[in-house]
């Protein structure tokens, strides 16, 4: 098990992603728009369980990164379908002047630098 500070260090990227999703489900007037509140809600349960895992000593907080990622990329896909959505469908301009996703690339890469530097899959 890594050091107890460790868990810390993922907190700020977690919390990261509520205010662009709480965005975007502001500007879009969908039906669809619902589906942005889901994310932080999981975000928080990933965050809650990984944390209780680390503490009660199961497992490793890092070994549950996967996971994280994989929420972060479903995330991600939402994200563009419904901007697109929005612009494109329903004309919305609003989301059709958003171009925030576009961070959420960097967050992929990361996340793909990530597995391929430590060679973890």
């Known amino acids: 098990m890594e050091e107890p500070y460790t868990m810390w260090i993922c907190l700020p990227f977690i919390f ?12 879009c007037s969908s039906k669809y728009r619902k589906g942005a ?12 369980v990984s944390q209780i895992l680390q503490c009660a000593g199961i497992v490793d907080m890092f070994q549950l990164l996967p996971v994280t990622h994989v929420l972060m990329i479903c995330n991600v896909i939402y994200t563009f379908v419904l901007i697109h959505y929005e612009a494109r469908v329903e004309e ?12 959420y690339c960097a967050g ?14």
Do not use: H
């Open 16 to 27: 990261s992603r509520f205010p662009l999703t709480s965005f975007v489900y502001d500007i």
């Open 37 to 48: 509140l889901y994310f932080p809600v999981l975000y928080l349960v990933d965050m809650t």
């Open 108 to 121: 992929i890469w990361r996340c793909g630098a990530y597995f391929i530097l430590c060679k973890t899959f």
């Open 92 to 103: 919305n301009e609003s989301a059709r002047e958003f171009t925030y996703p576009f961070i």
